[in-house]
């Protein structure tokens, strides 16, 4: 009995052992996501192409700002005047990835952990948005 107690706490000790000498790492890195400009000649719509995004099951941007939680309100009918010219402004028309908007989207700089990352195709309709205007249409 004594023979298995001496062994189950050398067990226990090597294991400990290995445990806290795992890899470490003193540095984050930063993930750059390379979101693509929309092809040449296609119109980016707010109201068909970019509001829908905010609302869709997989990413419910709208589950957190409802108009009565964090800012801007991103429901639909209203997410435009809640975006414009607060978080995008004729500024960020010539380089979209600068916007408050943009640098704040999930997959791109959040705030917070939004519990999902908007994908590539989600992110490129938003940028080609922004850089076409910022138009309300």
Not at 6 to 27: F, G, I, N, Q, W
Not at 55 to 83: F, K, V
Not at 102 to 115: C, E, F, S, T, V
Not at 122 to 136: D, E, P, V
Request: aromatic share 8%; proline share 6%; glycine share 6%.
């Amino acid at each position: 009995m004594n023979k298995i107690l001496k062994l189950t706490s050398k067990a226990a000790v090597v294991t400990l052992m290995l445990s806290l000498s795992s890899c470490y790492y003193d540095e984050i890195q930063e993930i750059i996501v390379e979101v693509p400009d929309p092809p040449e000649g296609v119109e980016v719509s707010f109201r068909t192409d970019v509001e829908p995004i905010f609302s869709e099951e997989s990413n419910n941007c709208t589950q957190c700002h409802d108009g009565t939680g964090l800012n801007p309100d991103l429901r639909t009918g209203r997410a435009y005047n809640a975006i414009v010219p607060e978080y995008v402004n004729d500024n960020d028309i010539e380089d979209a990835e600068n916007s408050k908007f943009y640098q704040n989207l999930p997959g791109i700089g959040h705030p917070i952990d939004a519990g999902f990352e908007l994908d590539v195709d989600q992110l490129t309709q938003i940028k080609g948005w922004i850089s076409q205007g910022a138009q309300n249409n």
